[in-house]
């Protein structure tokens, strides 16, 4: 599977930025789907991950309320949409996908892209 983000940029504290993933290489709908990201010199973290179906989401406790994720099967791709941005959301941020079908978001992701860059500046 290939996972092609995009999407960041900078932007002010209290903006929103949508971050999009779109999967190639295996029927996208069978598959749960996640966002990671990773601070500068920090570990990469979950962010917001979905069931195959999309009938189950997880966020991270920092990401509660203000960032929701969605998928739209017949584009396949996967969103994070990013309201209400703090400083402390300044990170790379990257989609991610498991190798078992049919999973709910409790998976362990094995495929990543490539990362995009989100800078929020206060």
């Known amino acids: 599977v290939q996972l092609q983000a995009s999407g960041g940029g900078t932007v002010q504290a209290g903006g929103s930025l949508r ?8 029927p ?13 010199g920090e570990e990469r973290e979950l ?3 979905m069931s195959w ?17 969605s998928r739209d099967n ?4 996967v969103y994070l949409q990013m309201n209400s941005l703090k400083p402390e959301d300044t990170a790379v941020y990257y989609c991610a996908a498991p190798d078992v079908i049919f999973s709910d978001y409790r998976v362990r992701y094995d495929y990543f892209g ?5 800078t929020v500046s206060s």
């Open 19 to 26: 971050l999009s993933c779109v999967a190639t290489g295996r």
């Open 28 to 40: 996208f709908r069978s598959y749960a789907m996640a966002w990671f990201r990773q601070p500068p």
């Open 47 to 49: 962010v917001a991950a």
């Open 53 to 69: 179906s999309g009938g189950s989401t997880n966020y991270a406790d920092s990401v509660k309320g203000r960032f929701t994720i």
């Open 74 to 77: 017949a584009k396949n791709t």
């Open 114 to 118: 490539q990362g995009t860059l989100v």
